[in-house]
């Protein structure tokens, strides 16, 4: 299970967001509310440099807002984590021709 940190603050709609898409897929996480607790914030700003909520930290990778594909390819999960690769070469669509 990865270590996920959610900063974020009560009144914030996108942290909301974030907590709910989290519960959803099962993971579990530490709401960390930077509005009251100032070591938080710094601790969050050095690792976003942002301000801004929600910051999300998955073992290290940092999320800064409400980013569904980052954080589904973060945590390994949904579509993003499992899409196959759209790109085809030419040489594979052009017909075979018997020499």
Do not use: R
Request: some cysteine.
């Amino acid at each position: 299970m990865p270590n996920v940190k959610v900063y974020s603050t009560p009144t914030c709609p996108f942290c909301k967001k974030t907590k709910e898409f989290l519960k959803a897929n099962n993971i579990g996480f530490k709401d960390i509310n930077v509005s009251a607790d100032p070591a938080a914030l710094n601790e969050m700003v050095e690792k976003s440099g942002q301000t801004g909520v929600p910051v999300i930290d998955i073992d290290g990778t940092i999320i800064v807002g409400y980013d569904i594909e980052a954080l589904e390819k973060a945590l390994g999960i949904g579509e993003s984590a499992t899409k196959p690769s759209m790109t085809t070469s030419a040489e594979s669509l052009a017909p075979k021709i018997a020499a």
